[in-house]
């Protein structure tokens, strides 16, 4: 009896053995970190005003010896600095493209007042690596889409065009300098009606979009929205088209000004798309920003 016992415990034990050893060999060829992951813990950082500054950027990038366009990446209220970049598809871009990300860590519910401090960051950033100053674009999801407008209002002269994805925030002044911009919003994102039922996106990004588009000389403060024949947006568009991005469909706005070959405002929306970032923005807001730089009397000119 004991004999058995002893056997058909060894049998058994040699089973768990083989059954170990082969959830081991699984777990060994799984990746130990997401993508995600990696690119957070590999991407540098400096601090600024006792805050962390997240650098996104191939390394030959960071010594280079000639000007490199820098990216202002602001993330949204409650959101990541570290991630966000990723979640927009920045992180990934910034291996295959010749520029520089930086996101950093700020008061993420403020936006005018905080821009001193965004205006620290570029002077460091400017310091740090070799930039180029005409090339220095701001851009973010939510309140970072916010701030970039904010920025636009209070130092307009420093950058060569903003992109906000899902919200922005009104234009308290307009300083007379123009702004290639690019809006990026989903269909059910804060969607709000007029009377008629017809689509717009939010008020705060209506009020943000008509004091641009004036700013830009590409309206009239007579010019009024119809969004019966423009949902969501309600300015006749030059050109429309729709992508297929990932299984979604994107319908892209294109809106040109008088002396530009590129589009100077461009406004995107993502069928079905709540108030989420998108891994392809990056690719769509750099393919938007990388035609424009402003020269040293503050035109803005195309590459």
């Not at 990056?282 to 503050?298: I, T, V």
């Amino acid at each position: 009896m004991r004999k058995k016992l002893f056997i058909a415990a060894s049998s058994l034990i040699a089973i768990l053995t083989i059954v170990t050893a082969f959830s081991l060999s699984r777990i060994k060829k799984s990746p130990i970190n997401t993508n995600a992951e990696a690119a957070t813990k590999t991407a540098q950082r400096f601090t600024e005003s006792g805050r962390t500054v997240y650098v996104y950027a191939q390394k030959k990038n960071l010594h280079s010896k000639r000007k490199i366009p820098l990216i202002l990446y602001l993330n949204s209220t409650g959101g990541d600095p570290r991630k966000e970049p990723i979640s927009t598809g920045w992180a990934k871009l910034v291996k295959e493209k010749n520029f520089i990300v930086v996101s950093p860590d700020y008061d993420n519910a403020a936006t005018y007042s905080e821009v001193p401090f965004f205006m620290k960051i570029v002077k460091a950033a400017k310091k740090r690596y070799n930039i180029d100053n005409r090339r220095i674009y701001v851009l973010g999801f939510s309140n970072g889409g916010a701030s970039a407008v904010a920025l636009t209002s209070t130092h307009p002269k420093t950058f060569a065009g903003i992109a906000a994805y899902g919200w922005m925030v009104d234009l308290e002044r307009n300083q007379g300098y123009q702004m290639p911009f690019q809006v990026i919003a989903g269909s059910h994102e804060a969607t709000e009606y007029d009377s008629n039922n017809n689509p717009m996106v939010r008020i705060d990004e209506r009020h943000a979009i008509r004091d641009l588009l004036i700013m830009d000389k590409m309206i009239t403060s007579n010019t009024q929205p119809n969004y019966k024949k423009v949902p969501y947006w309600g300015y006749q568009p030059d050109q429309r088209f729709s992508r297929n991005v990932a299984g979604t469909k994107w319908t892209i706005n294109n809106y040109m000004k008088k002396g530009y070959r590129y589009p100077f405002a461009q406004f995107i929306l993502i069928d079905g798309a709540k108030h989420v970032p998108h891994r392809s923005e990056a690719s769509y807001s750099w393919n938007f920003l990388r035609h424009f730089y402003r020269n040293s009397q503050g035109m803005i000119i195309e590459k």
